[in-house]
């Protein structure tokens, strides 16, 4: 028996500590989730932000902040479901009260918002875990929540082949979106990416529970006084004709009720906006860099509408 254990312990010993190097490795490497909650942890730069940008890859990618006269910075992911939304904008205004000159949030209120959440990856959801120190509503199993047990190779990626892992920028925005779409090839992809993000049940829990969450972050806004923009970014015209109307109803419905509830609420319903063509685009639904400085200027000339107002 003792020499049982000890030839598994010289197999185990190896093993082990592959594993534990492994995941302080992939750990240690920089990516978007690590370096937006040091951002928002770190009291002095969190203090300066005016305008946090929330929401899903529509915000990440769709606005730059670098246009802006405010200061901005973008907390918004690839995917991002609301109820991370609610964590991130709870955690560092209510509970860490980083964000103390906070005066606008601006989140992502589109055709895909209420049904946000219900397919997010293991991977993604361990970021989240990981990096943001957030758990899930759903939760993880404990192997979850280690990358070494994770089969994707990205930390070979970035060890030997310098694959980068961190793609935004200083203040979040996701820079590396600098490709046009095809024009001869919008209606397909539009035809796609609608049929992905369409849930036709929209009285589902799904929607019910999304509705709440947008609903806490309206709530946490108005307590601190903060003006809430629920933006509908520009999208291109074989994308909207392609939607499934009763879904944009229920987000538009359900956005223009928080309008008349809370004061505080404003919803930017810029879908069909003038100003942009298929060139501010880099797929169906998703503005380009070019696209994202169109945005990013004409919300810091509303933004400024809104001081005004506000004094």
Known sequence: MKIFLYRLLIILIPVILYMVTYECLYRSIPNDYSYKHSYLSNVEKASKIEVLVL???????GINPNVFKHNVFIGAADSQPLYYD??????????????VNLKYVIISCDYATLNTGHNLST???SNYYIFWKFNYVNGLKWYEKFKCFDPNLNIERYYLLNYKMKRCDSLGWNCYCLDTVKQSMLKDIAKNIVIKHTFKNIESDRFKN???YLKDIAIDCNKRGITLLLLNTPKTNEYISSLYRPQMKSINDYA????????NVKYLNWQTCDGFNFNDFIDSDHLNSSGASKLGVKLDSLLFELDIKNQ
């Open 256 to 263: 223009n009720l928080l309008v008349h509830k809370y004061t």
């Open 86 to 99: 609610y964590r991130i904008l709870n955690y560092f205004l209510i509970e860490r009260p980083n964000l």
């Open 210 to 212: 999304n509705k709440q």
């Open 123 to 125: 991977l993604k959801e």
């Open 55 to 61: 929401g899903t890859s529509h915000t990440y990618k």
